[in-house]
């Protein structure tokens, strides 16, 4: 028992300690922050505020309105008594000050509309900056439309405004709230899911580097290679947890410096958010659950990755090709994930939420949405105990094809081979 | 008394019997030779001893009592033929895990390693990584970490690949230093002028069995062949035929002779001096172990295949 902890400690210390871990905990999320702040940032500024020529030759459109039309500010539209053609030269040559050209044709019928207008312009456009046109321009036609249908702006209001809404409530539990409930179990299944990849393959790196540098002979002529593997496995989940804790603590400090600070920016906008999310739904329950299903679902994966690890040479290529298999599995499980949250209490979402494989993801997104109303407690019971269950036997199995692979060289391994190794009497 | 003895031992693989019925014995102190080709399964006799592997049949008594691996693997250091260390770990802190890890308690150990850094000039390693490293270098302190906890029983198997004369003969001395001070070495290889010069004992095993067992003088006795070294000028004219021996070579100043069977070395002593001939010296020429290795293990298929279950 001893002689584990000293595994555990070494393969934890050597880890934390490395720069490579302090980096990636602080830059992962400044990174992760970046990139969501920056996407939208991006996409902002790098549209294009199209500035388009309109003439009307239709009649009904009038300067006035297009001057005091103010419903999208992402283009600019102008209303011009000019001839189509010279513009349309004027553009082509690039003289023109305008980006665009459309002109309104005649119509028979006013009542049926103009359908696909033309918007000609020097370059090809992408829809993002061709809707602001169209808004604007419909924005304009139904001003139009009303007044020659006598509508008035009261009347236009409750055309527009009063419409049916529907909120799913669910009676076993009405505070649930279940978008947020989704959000939030979106996350937490994501967020297992690489922790399982990362962690997984840290593992399987780590015992193909005992392999390779023959330490695991030394090492196996002390202590038992199952003691070796389970040292590893505890070791780097404990890295894993402890990156996990490390950014609770960031979301923290980050939640109490902004609340005080009281700047109105996006983070504190989140972390209005997080208070919202403190009274629907139960977070002690859920952080609990999160930590069992992270840790239940890092034995069951690490153990095969282990063994995978184990059982080939120096090869990167054959590490890959037998982990692909496990890895597929819980690729899948976020698919399984994807259409659980559509429909959290159907049949696929509560099997995948007991199924060993993918109950850590499945079960780990629908708890949010409440215990018992959403996820009665006989199934998330099960589910517990069906993955304690299935990690034992992943952690025994792997336990077996360990022992075999670390000491074999230079033979190529296929996963039948291994499971030749994992049910040999020893 | 014996440290280490094997009784009946045997280790099959799925389509190979790796080991197949070794017996022997060790004594306290001694050095003994573990020696035999590739594949001859001397690496399963050895995982077996250091409790990585389980026999399928047999016994091993260690110290007296019935091997029990997690107890008795603190006694035992074992330093492997495909040497092993974390090649990103600081040295220090990875003799330091390996010690404790041999059940050695961190005070203890610190002390030790200090010692030993001390003794063979590793006191500036301590925060180097074993990447920087020469082979040399890290051939020491694997040594290091194999004999640190001061274990009963050092098994190592080809000790000596990879060194210079100069760290050869500094593991050599402390091999000795080691079994002077009780330990028992066991020493696997296949070098035999090494083992010559510095086990007691020995045992081949090839193919699975052990095929000599012995100490190097009993040995070499067993399977000499009676030849000798005759230094005379002249051998007399006629020695075919009527003389105890036939010559088997003639090289300058001496005759290789070998003596007829029936016949003992004074009386080619005999038939020399009745015959008037100067003898300058008389030399028995006994087999050296790589004749005898090379001769009992040539032209059995030696194929690694056990290794392959």
Known sequence: MNKILLIIQREYLTRVRKKTFIISTILFPLLYLGLIFGIGYLGEKGKRKLNVAVVDQSGYFDKGRFERDTSDKSAAITLLNENPDTLRSKLKEGESKYDAVVVIPQVANWEKGFDSLILEANRTLGMESVAPVQNKLNNIWSQIKNEKLGISDTTKTILEESKVSIKPININDKTADSKLAGTIGTIAGFLIYFILLIYGSQVMMGVMEEKTNRIAEVIVSSVKPFQLMLGKIIGIGLVALTQFFLWILFVFIIYNVTRSTGSGDAISGLVGKTQEIFTSVNIPLVLFCFAFYFLGGFFFYASLYAAIGSAVNEDMREAQSLSFPVTMLVIFSIALMTMAMNDPTGPIAVWASIIPFSSPIVMMARIPFGVPGTVPWWQLGLSMTLLVVGFIFTVWLSGKIYRTGILMYGKKVNWKEMIKWAFRKS | ?309
């Open chain 2, 1 to 309: 008394m014996a440290l280490l003895e094997l009784h009946n031992l045997k280790k099959y693989f799925a389509n190979q019997k790796a080991v197949d019925d070794i017996s022997f014995s060790i004594e306290k102190g001694n050095i003994f030779g573990l020696l035999g080709p590739n594949g001859a399964g001397k690496t399963t006799v050895i995982r077996m001893i250091t409790g990585i592997f389980y026999p399928d049949e047999g016994n091993i008594i260690f110290d007296g009592k019935r091997f029990d691996p997690i107890k008795d693997v603190g006694h035992i250091g074992y330093m492997p033929e495909e040497r092993g260390l974390y090649k990103k770990m600081k040295i220090g802190e990875q003799t330091m895990y390996l010690a404790q890890l041999k059940g050695l308690s961190r005070t203890d150990a610190m002390k030790k390693i200090k010692e030993w850094f001390v003794r063979f000039e590793m006191e500036t390693w301590w925060n180097k990584k074993v990447e920087d490293l020469s082979k040399g270098m890290s051939q020491k302190l694997q040594f290091v970490t194999t004999v640190l906890h001061e274990p009963k029983l050092i098994i190592l198997d080809e000790p000596f690949s990879g060194l210079d004369p100069v760290n050869s003969n500094l593991i050599k001395e402390e091999i000795y230093r080691l079994a002077q001070r009780g330990s028992t070495v066991i020493f696997s290889t296949h070098r035999m002028e090494q083992v010559e010069e510095i086990c007691s004992k020995i045992v081949l095993v090839n193919k699975g069995k052990k095929i000599l067992d012995g100490t190097v003088k009993e040995v070499k006795q067993q399977y000499k062949e009676n030849l000798f070294s005759v230094g005379v000028d002249q051998l007399p004219v006629g020695s075919n035929g009527i003389a105890p021996f036939d010559i088997i070579a003639n090289k300058e100043n001496a005759h290789i002779v070998k003596i007829r069977e029936g016949h003992r070395p004074n009386d080619v002593l005999q038939y020399l001096l009745n015959s008037g001939t100067e003898i300058h010296s008389f030399n028995e020429i006994l087999p050296s172990l790589n004749d005898i290795f090379i001769k009992l293990v040539e032209g059995t298929p030696t194929a690694r295949q056990f290794q392959n279950n």
